[in-house]
Nanobody, 122 residues
Framework: QVQLVESGGGLVQTGGSLRLSCAAS????????MAWFRQAPGKEREFVAA????????QYADSVRGRCSMSRDNAKNTVNLQMNSLKPEDTAVYFC???????????????WGQGTQVTVSS
């Protein structure tokens, strides 16, 4: 089993920045691809970003490309999501996930954190 805990969410104004972190414990962190998803009230869970096991390949949703950057530090069992130029439509609960390979499909991931709230005020 892998346990994931997100942190770094909060309230920011439009144009502000946040850095989300996801700490992993349990089985070895390194073999897993990692991803961030978000879910706003009344909406389905939405893909945000993913990174490969090696960290050499990353992908982003069109809605965040150019504003967000995902990274991982396997020595610390941590992945991060740097979010810049935030918009009100970025408001959601952000979840990290771990799986065998990167994917934009939520059901492809085996482990999920509990989420951290990001709120962007206008």
């Amino acid at each position: 089993q892998v346990q994931l805990v997100e942190s770094g969410g909060g309230l920011v104004q439009t144009g502000g920045s946040l850095r989300l972190s996801c700490a992993a414990s349990g089985r070895s962190f390194s073999p897993y691809a990692m991803a961030w998803f978000r879910q706003a009230p009344g909406k389905e869970r939405e893909f945000v970003a993913a990174i490969s096991w090696s960290g050499g390949t990353s992908q982003y949703a069109d809605s965040v490309r150019g504003r967000c950057s995902m990274s991982r530090d396997n020595a610390k069992n941590t992945v991060n999501l740097q979010m810049n130029s935030l918009k009100p439509e970025d408001t959601a609960v952000y979840f990290c996930a771990a799986g065998v390979r990167p994917s934009v499909i939520a059901t492809s991931y085996d482990y999920w954190g509990q989420g951290t709230q990001v709120t962007v005020s206008s």
